[in-house]
């Protein structure tokens, strides 16, 4: 619940460079959905996005280069970086240098020395940054980290965690599918990057990485069908699979504990609720029906009592990153995800790729 002095404090005043999927699907909507934030400025070189842009905030300057935006940076309070990976780590700092906090989208960069690198930039000059690892905030990891809590499970001995889809057909030209080392592309950086990410923030640090990654589709250049199982100190193992060629997926997470397993299947709403041009405040936003919640099987340690059956899923709730974001501005309240943590997420990506490379595993 938003408190009065937040309402009554001036807007955050945003600017998003970069309107594809990534600006116009999450980050702006989002924006637009907190009380105490506003999207005041859109940066996008091309006119069919301009012209989006205007249409959904006629009150946001559009801008068509970067340079308009370090010009005016007094008009600001934020920048969101959502545009491709190469460039995260070149504007962010930009942009700090510029005396902006910045957001910054995932991946926050290609590799830990980069990583490093804009988070050196955030120190020296003192602008705040953080990373927009927003699947810290679906309804199963949320459920998830309440059965931990809760410790319903007894024991945890281990996490299956999984993004699949089928798309047999490689999209040549886009940076996702690029080759080059400084796009991050391919699946270990693109949905890698959420599923290690929720990982540690479940588990901590792996003391082991294993991956596998392949290339499946005739004519694709990055890794479409990629594993990574990781080793907790506590002993618990996380296998991970992130694929491009999974017609029929399978559970989308996996939680097994000495006294029993929580499993649910399909993804979180609100990707395609905020494809489909909803936002944060909608009736049942986060929520799904009964059908799709995941199964407990587990006995209760105090009681003996086995219990088997549906388990409500916790509502996703992707705006509380930017609520975050915007205390950290207006009350200097910690940031919703520390940059720090996430340097770990792609030093993680490395020793995957290096494990991958030389068939082995890396003590990490």
């Not at 999450?26 to 907190?34: E, G, K, N, V």
Request: with cysteine; net charge negative; proline share 6%.
């Amino acid at each position: 619940m938003l408190t009065q002095e937040i309402n009554a404090s001036p807007s955050v005043r945003v600017a998003i460079i970069g309107y594809g999927l990534a600006g116009s699907v999450f980050h702006a909507p989002l924006i637009d959905a907190i009380p105490g934030m506003q999207v005041s400025a859109i940066v996008t070189s091309k006119p069919e996005r301009q012209q989006s842009a205007h249409q959904r905030y006629p009150h946001a300057k559009i801008l068509t280069h970067v340079k308009e935006l370090w010009h005016d940076a007094g008009d600001y309070d934020l920048v969101v970086v959502a545009t491709s990976n190469s460039t995260h780590v070149t504007l962010g700092s930009a942009a700090m240098r510029a005396g902006l906090p910045v957001v910054v989208d995932k991946p926050m960069a290609a590799t830990v020395a980069d990583a490093q690198r804009l988070l050196s930039t955030s120190q020296d000059t003192g602008q705040l940054l953080t990373i927009f690892q927003n699947r810290r905030w679906d309804n199963d990891f949320l459920t998830v980290k309440k059965i931990l809590a809760s410790n319903l499970l007894g024991p945890i001995t281990r996490f299956e965690s999984r993004f699949e889809r089928y798309r047999p057909t490689p999209r040549h030209g886009v940076w996702r599918e690029s080759a080059d080392p400084q796009a991050a592309g391919g699946q270990l950086y693109d949905l890698g990057s959420h599923l290690i990410d929720q990982a540690l923030h479940l588990f901590g640090t792996p003391e082991q990485v294993y991956a596998e990654m392949e290339i499946r589709r005739p004519g694709a250049l990055v890794d479409d069908d990629s594993f990574v199982a990781l080793r907790f100190p506590s002993g618990i193992t996380a296998h991970l699979w992130m694929s491009q060629v999974a017609r029929i997926s399978g559970p989308r997470v996996r939680l097994c504990g000495l006294h029993g397993t929580y499993e649910k299947w399909g993804l979180d709403p609100q990707e395609d609720a905020l494809r489909a041009g909803k936002q944060p405040g909608a009736a049942d936003w986060g929520s799904e029906p009964r059908e799709l919640w995941g199964r407990v099987s587990t006995t209760l340690e105090s009681t003996g009592l086995h219990l088997d059956g549906p388990i409500e899923t916790v509502p996703g709730a992707y705006e509380q990153f930017y609520a975050g974001v915007r205390d950290s501005i207006i009350q200097i309240a910690p940031v919703p995800v520390d940059p720090a943590s996430v340097i770990d997420v792609i030093r993680v990506i490395e020793a995957a790729q290096a494990s991958a490379r030389e068939h082995s595993v890396i003590t990490f």
